[in-house]
């Protein structure tokens, strides 16, 4: 027996045995390890099984927890993808819980939640349930925004002074820049201010998209009461327009300038001088980690003043290489000195009330004797100095949308929805011509198996001369 310890195959068949238990220790720490610190690694170019910053700032804050019901027959060639997307949901919380039901065995269940199709996912949370038929990360996330809210934030469109209407689907119309909002949890509708003759109650935040017929004194004595009250105010303001509002923006420290912007470097992004591309933003929770280009066709410099009881600060600014231009006469525009502002041009502002200023009246405001009580809320006014980027034709350009939706969502006091929304997934196939599709083929066919029949034909040639 001694003998048989010491013998060459004991020694060999132990050192493999010591090699294996160690080998499986190895794999049962690092399973352990995975089991209770997960991490996904998405080496896609696109980042296509990567969630959008949206998503996962949304599901890491959710208020309480969500039942979500996915309809799946077991064999379903969809249901492995939805599982996927579903596993970076449920890693980012514990407050997802997530089961399935084959529609075919319980049907009981099935005519319970009222599902008609396969593929449905029915979300429940609290009071509030809905259900998603096409169950794609864009769906998904907007879902849970619908269930984890109990009342819905109202956002108002200015209308009768030719703004961009909100039901044209027109290039120039505003329809998805509505949807957007709609999709992100908000009531939208549109305000004839010289109807009502105030701004509603229930008014979270109210946008004013390219007016193009002066503001009247009285809407803006309700615009300008709305603010000190608490309310938010999102102004784009294109360039050559009488809004009237001049006044009353510098008592909110902007003014507007008759210019547009020029920025050369815009070719670069495949625009035009006038269309100006900002790439860097900045330091605001609406621009805080937005890296997105966008672009503002027809753009009109802002400006940020002193003024008394209100926070100035500058939001966007263009490119060193940009100028504002004030001689548009059709001909080739050129930078003059002293009569054109040098870039970075200021094409944003954002205005806040002070506290202690929310229950001063405006100045020259007439004393109505209804004593005002002061707003928790801090009034706030964003200028942008042109209103075509989110229309429909630009809405969907690069950070177009997200910059105009954040926006919202901070007037709003929606910190949760201030990042990038998950994009559509496109398929990026590879267009070759004849003759390199045969070059690859006769490589793929003929070079590399050719390469490892000579490679072991020589080995075998090799060992058969020893």
């Given at each position: 027996?001694?003998k048989g310890?010491?013998?060459?195959?004991?020694?060999?068949?132990?050192?493999a045995?010591?090699?294996?238990c160690?080998?499986?220790?190895?794999l049962?720490f690092?399973?352990?390890l995975?089991?209770?610190?997960?991490?996904?690694?998405?080496?896609?170019?696109?980042?296509?099984?990567?969630l959008a910053?949206?998503?996962?700032?949304?599901?890491t804050?959710?208020?309480?927890?969500?039942?979500?019901?996915?309809?799946f027959?077991?064999?379903?060639?969809?249901?492995?993808?939805?599982k996927n997307?579903?596993?970076?949901?449920?890693g980012?919380?514990?407050?997802?819980?997530?089961?399935?039901?084959?529609?075919?065995k319980?049907p009981?269940?099935?005519?319970?939640?009222g599902v008609?199709?396969?593929?449905?996912?029915?979300?429940?949370?609290?009071?509030?349930?809905?259900?998603?038929?096409?169950?794609?990360?864009?769906?998904?996330?907007?879902?849970?925004?619908?269930?984890?809210k109990?009342?819905?934030?109202?956002i108002y469109f200015?209308?009768?002074?030719?703004?961009?209407?909100?039901?044209?689907?027109?290039?120039?119309g505003?329809?998805n820049?509505?949807?957007?909002l709609e999709?992100d949890?908000?009531?939208?509708?549109t305000?004839?201010?010289?109807q009502?003759?105030?701004?509603p109650?229930?008014a979270?935040?109210l946008?004013?998209?390219g007016?193009?017929?002066?503001?009247?004194?009285?809407?803006?004595?309700?615009?300008?009461?709305?603010l000190?009250?608490g309310g938010?105010?999102?102004?784009l303001?294109?360039?050559?327009?009488?809004?009237?509002?001049?006044?009353?923006?510098?008592?909110?420290?902007?003014?507007?300038?008759?210019d547009?912007?020029?920025?050369?470097?815009?070719?670069?992004?495949?625009?035009d001088?006038?269309a100006?591309?900002?790439?860097q933003?900045?330091?605001?929770d609406?621009?805080?980690d937005?890296a997105?280009?966008t672009?503002?066709p027809?753009l009109r410099?802002?400006?940020a003043?002193?003024?008394e009881?209100?926070?100035?600060?500058?939001?966007?600014?263009t490119?060193?290489?940009?100028?504002a231009?004030?001689?548009?006469d059709?001909?080739?525009?050129?930078?003059?000195?002293?009569?054109d502002q040098?870039?970075p041009?200021?094409i944003?502002?954002?205005a806040?009330?002070?506290?202690?200023?929310?229950d001063k009246?405006k100045?020259?405001?007439?004393d109505?004797?209804?004593?005002?009580?002061?707003?928790?809320?801090?009034?706030?006014?964003v200028?942008?100095g042109d209103?075509?980027?989110?229309s429909?034709?630009?809405?969907?350009?690069s950070?177009?949308g997200?910059?105009?939706l954040?926006?919202?969502?901070?007037?709003a006091?929606?910190?949760?929805?201030?990042?990038?929304?998950?994009?559509e997934?496109k398929?990026?196939p590879?267009h070759?011509?004849?003759d390199?599709?045969?070059?690859?083929?006769?490589t793929?066919?003929v070079?590399?198996?050719?390469?490892?029949?000579?490679?072991?034909?020589?080995?075998?040639?090799?060992r058969?001369?020893?």
């Open positions: 027996m001694k310890l010491k013998s060459r195959t004991t020694l060999y068949g132990t050192n045995f010591v090699l294996v160690v080998f499986l220790g190895v049962v690092i399973n352990i995975a089991t209770r610190h997960k991490h996904r690694f998405d080496f896609t170019s696109s980042g296509i099984f990567t910053p949206q998503t996962r700032k949304i599901v804050n959710l208020p309480r927890e969500i039942t979500m019901t996915a309809f027959q077991s064999e379903s060639p969809t249901k492995p993808e939805f997307l579903m596993d970076g949901y449920l980012l919380s514990d407050k997802i819980k997530l089961s399935f039901i084959d529609p075919d319980n009981a269940i099935v005519k319970r939640y008609t199709t396969y593929g449905t996912v029915a979300l429940e949370s609290g009071k509030q349930e809905t259900k998603v038929q096409n169950p794609t990360e864009e769906n998904m996330t907007n879902a849970i925004l619908k269930v984890i109990d009342e819905k934030k109202k200015l209308a009768g002074h030719g703004e961009q209407a909100l039901e044209n689907t027109e290039g120039q505003y329809s820049a509505k949807q957007a999709r949890g908000f009531q939208v509708e305000l004839l201010l010289l009502t003759g105030k701004i109650d229930d979270d935040a946008v004013i998209a007016p193009a017929k002066p503001v009247l004194p009285k809407e803006q004595d309700a615009l300008e009461q709305f000190r009250n938010s105010i999102l102004l303001i294109d360039p050559h327009t009488e809004s009237g509002l001049d006044e009353f923006l510098a008592r909110w420290g902007i003014g507007l300038r008759e547009i912007v020029i920025d050369p470097m815009s070719k670069m992004f495949g625009g001088y006038a100006p591309v900002v790439s933003y900045m330091m605001h609406i621009t805080k937005f997105l280009p672009i503002f027809v410099s802002v400006t003043k002193q003024a009881g209100v926070e100035v600060s500058e939001l966007l600014q490119g060193a290489n940009s100028w231009e004030t001689k548009i059709g001909g080739k525009v050129k930078f003059d000195e002293g009569e040098k870039g041009v200021t944003a502002v954002v806040s009330l002070k506290p202690d200023s929310a009246p100045p020259g405001a007439e109505t004797g209804e004593e005002e009580k002061p707003s928790a809320k801090k009034g706030n006014l200028v942008l209103s075509d980027f989110a429909n034709t630009y809405f969907k350009f950070g177009n997200d910059f105009f954040n926006t919202a969502s901070w007037l006091e929606e910190e949760s929805l201030i990042a990038i929304r998950p994009k997934r398929d990026s590879i070759l011509t004849s390199t599709g045969a070059a690859l083929f006769f793929g066919t070079v590399f198996p050719g390469i490892v029949v000579l490679i072991g034909v020589r080995k075998w040639w090799t058969r001369r020893l």
